[in-house]
């Protein structure tokens, strides 16, 4: 007799956790981590939040006509533990503890977290896959310079990742971008980092499958890591995060344009900045869990 949805294991979509497999395909892992937040903290307990509404999801995914867990052993493979009070040091526990779960290729999803924990992210991935196409979405560019002083923290991640060759430049794109900025500079500057951006106003004169054809001819024949900040879509349906904007996605959008994604050689993912203290009625997780069965969906079943 199964058990109800319910009750029963507290992993990500009732998987089974590391330790319980001999080996696997894909795994979940969460970054418990938020020092480098600029607004609203909290991010540090997405990861458990995410998995509680990912409770619901089920094994076949008719959108895509694909059952990801029949067609790959994914795992939950928990959280690793990271030092809040230090983010050099943080990141660098992220890294080490990411690297064997990618192993020799195998795609990860990580829970985030602030969306600091890209950076580490992207670092472990370069190191088996070489630098990738990044798709990001997002109300905010994230590739600003510093915050009062301080390198890396969650609005700066793709910067230090052009810098540091992370990324094909010329083949990421930056999707949702809309709200208030600094100055005209922050734009002329993300160009030359070497990123497009869809703009979330984009939506209405293009559509969904729009969006889809833009990222598709940005990213060409490059390995993609994509990275969705829960603030790309709006607060109408995810008020939980740390940096809300007004005028952002639906779930049915940003869903949609995931699988037109379903081709692309995935070979990592990341969902960050929810914040359960701000949820209601989890209906930030809940997006946030259907997301990630979207993207473990096309790691199991695309190309990587």
């Not at 990271?82 to 990411?98: H, K």
């Amino acid at each position: 007799m199964h058990a109800p949805r319910y009750a029963g294991l507290t992993t990500f979509a009732r998987l089974p956790r590391l330790e319980d497999v001999e080996t696997y395909d894909v795994a979940v892992v969460g970054l418990p981590f938020d020092s480098g937040v600029t607004y609203r903290p909290g991010a540090r307990f997405g990861p458990s939040h995410i998995r509680q509404a990912s409770r619901l999801l089920r094994p076949y995914n008719p959108a895509l006509d694909a059952e990801p867990f029949r067609e790959a052993q994914v795992v939950d493979a928990g959280d690793i533990v990271c030092n809040p009070f230090d983010i050099t040091e943080a990141l660098q526990q992220i890294e080490r503890g990411l690297l064997p779960l990618i192993g020799d290729g195998r795609p990860v999803l990580v829970l985030g977290g602030d969306h600091t924990v890209a950076l580490p992210a992207l670092r472990a991935i370069n190191s088996v896959h070489g630098p990738v196409a990044l798709v990001h979405f997002d109300a905010h560019l994230d590739t600003w310079d510093t915050y009062f002083g301080a390198p890396c923290t969650h609005g700066t991640p793709f910067r230090r990742a052009s810098e540091e060759g992370l990324l094909v430049k010329g083949n990421s794109a930056h999707v949702g971008i809309r709200g208030s900025l600094y100055d005209r500079k922050d734009l002329l500057d993300d160009a030359d980092l070497g990123f497009t951006i869809v703009h979330c106003r984009d939506i209405e004169r293009i559509g969904v499958e729009g969006i889809v054809q833009r990222v598709l001819d940005r990213v060409g024949d490059a390995s993609v890591y994509v990275s969705i900040d829960i603030d790309v879509l709006d607060p109408a349906f995810a008020p939980a995060t740390g940096t809300p904007e007004g005028g952002g996605m639906t779930t049915r959008e940003l869903l949609a344009v995931l699988r037109g994604m379903s081709e692309l050689p995935l070979v990592g993912a990341d969902i960050v900045e929810v914040a359960p203290a701000y949820d209601h009625a989890e209906i930030t997780a809940v997006a946030a869990a259907n997301l990630a069965y979207e993207l473990v969906t096309i790691m199991t079943t695309g190309k990587h």
